[in-house]
């Protein structure tokens, strides 16, 4: 859409204090830098107004959740242990486009498990991530406290569903990963120049990558607008369980697009790389951005009783996977 449009369909007079309201810290007018951000925020105005239909509001209402969250807590790198810095090196060093051409075709070639979705949560509760300053929790008593706090907050099902099972890619650790930095951590485009809104960016250095004459410019081997579904994200457990669920359950659109770019931290929260959008991808920028933060500040709630919550997830692992069914890992 051309930023005249844009502006046209702003004339709302309290549009500061709404944009304000609902997302701290961004650029308030329309320019050509910032005019894909300023759209996705659209449905948080049409949910303002009274305009918003049911279902946009279900989602996209803003949550009390956060409210009492000390966000300054969160996301620390610069502060973080040496495990996160040392994951983190690694994992810019290694994340380029020959691995990622590679490891897309080895996926794609074998089913590596055949197990249920509660079977999948046990096996992960040995796992503790490498990659994350703010829990050391194992992954299943994340995945309950981000889908408790999506439950509390009164989202739809499959919302509460997507946050139960959002970090299951990381089942792959277990399979052929070599080591962590295929999995977990925050993810960005290879094929481009890597931008500064990734933390650590300075490790990228070492990515033989980075001085690349294609995959070293702006945008590389993509093309303004080209969307997201055509650009390859640093593989991990986020693409991982999107190839499986997009196949194998009845989630929504809305849902699949939270699993796939919840790690997108530079695109989703530092508004790098807006120019690959493309229409479709709006709409999964605020799905992404409703769910980010039951995913990142539960982190600090209660530890979850996983043998009293068994029961109600199972109903809902029903509707929209199957409780029984043994899913092609
Ligand atoms: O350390 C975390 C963790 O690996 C999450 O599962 C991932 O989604 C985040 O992006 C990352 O920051
Ligand atoms: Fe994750
Ligand atoms: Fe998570």
Redesign the pocket.
């Known amino acids: 859409m051309a930023p005249a449009a844009v502006e046209a369909s702003f004339e709302t007079p309290n549009i500061n204090e709404t944009f304000n309201d609902h997302r701290d810290g961004l650029a308030l007018e329309a320019t050509s830098d910032n005019i894909d951000q300023v759209n996705v925020l659209k449905a948080a105005l049409k949910v303002k107004q009274g305009t918003a239909t049911q279902e946009e509001k279900d989602i996209y209402e803003k949550s009390e959740f956060d409210a009492e969250k000390d966000k300054t807590q969160f ?1 620390q790198y610069e502060e973080a242990c040496d495990r996160v810095k040392n994951f983190y090196r690694e994992q810019h060093e290694k994340q380029t486009v020959a691995y990622n051409l590679k490891i897309r075709n080895d996926i794609k070639s074998k089913t590596r498990a055949e197990m249920t979705i509660w079977q999948a949560m046990e096996k992960l509760n040995t796992l503790i ?1 490498e ?4 829990t050391s929790l194992s992954q299943i008593e ?1 995945l309950l406290q981000s889908a408790e706090a999506i439950r509390r907050d009164g989202k739809p099902r499959w919302f509460q569903l997507t946050g139960l099972v ?2 299951l890619g ?1 089942l792959l650790f277990f399979f052929d990963a070599q080591g962590q930095w295929d999995v ?4 960005f485009p290879v094929g481009c120049a890597f931008d500064e809104g990734i933390i650590y960016p300075d490790t990228f250095k070492g990515n033989p990558d980075h001085d690349h004459e294609i995959y070293g410019t702006k945008y590389g081997i993509y093309s303004p607008g080209c969307g997201l579904d055509n650009v390859m994200l640093s593989y991990g ?2 693409e991982y369980l999107h190839g499986i669920l997009k196949e194998q359950s009845t989630l929504p659109d809305e849902a699949l697009a939270m699993i796939r770019y ?4 530079p695109w989703h929260s530092a508004g790098a790389y807006m120019w690959m959008m493309n229409e479709k991808d709006k709409k999964a920028l605020e799905a992404v951005r409703a769910f980010n933060p039951y ?1 990142l500040y539960s982190k600090s709630d209660d530890v979850p009783k996983v043998e009293d919550l068994k029961e109600y997830y199972m109903d809902l692992i029903d509707e929209y996977i199957g409780k029984d069914k043994l899913i092609r890992w």
């Open positions: 996301r991530d990659s994350d300053p703010d994340h959002h970090d990381k977990v951590g925050d993810t457990h986020d919840h790690s997108f931290y995913d």
